[in-house]
C-alpha cells in the first residue's frame, strides 16, 4: 500500500537545496513516487509518496540516514507515514 511521509528538516533552505541534488536520484532509484518541499519557518518540511512503508524505510535507514550523517545533520525527530488510497502520478 502507499504511503504519505510528512517530516521537517532542521535545515535551512540552501543546506536544503545544496543536498536535494545529490539525494533526489537516490530516492527515486530507491522507489519515490513524488516528492515535495516547503519552507517550515526557518527549517524545511517535505511531503514525499512512495510505494510502500518498506521502500521508504530502506532510503530513510539508508542513503537517508548515510547522506544526513555526512553532513553532520540530525534526523527528522517528526516523521509520520500515513497509508494513502492511491498515489497516482497521472
Do not use: C
Amino acid at each position: 500500500m502507499p504511503v504519505m511521509v510528512t517530516m521537517t528538516l532542521k535545515i535551512d533552505k540552501q543546506t536544503y537545496q545544496s543536498m536535494h541534488g545529490q539525494l533526489l536520484p537516490l530516492a527515486i532509484s530507491n522507489g519515490l513516487l513524488f516528492h515535495s518541499a516547503h519552507e517550515v519557518n526557518s527549517e524545511v518540511g517535505i511531503v514525499d509518496f512512495w510505494p510502500s512503508p518498506e521502500a521508504w524505510n530502506s532510503f530513510a535507514e539508508g542513503p537517508m540516514a548515510e547522506g544526513m550523517k555526512a553532513a553532520g545533520l540530525e534526523p527528522p525527530d517528526d516523521v509520520k507515514i500515513t497509508p494513502v488510497l492511491s498515489a497516482d502520478s497521472r
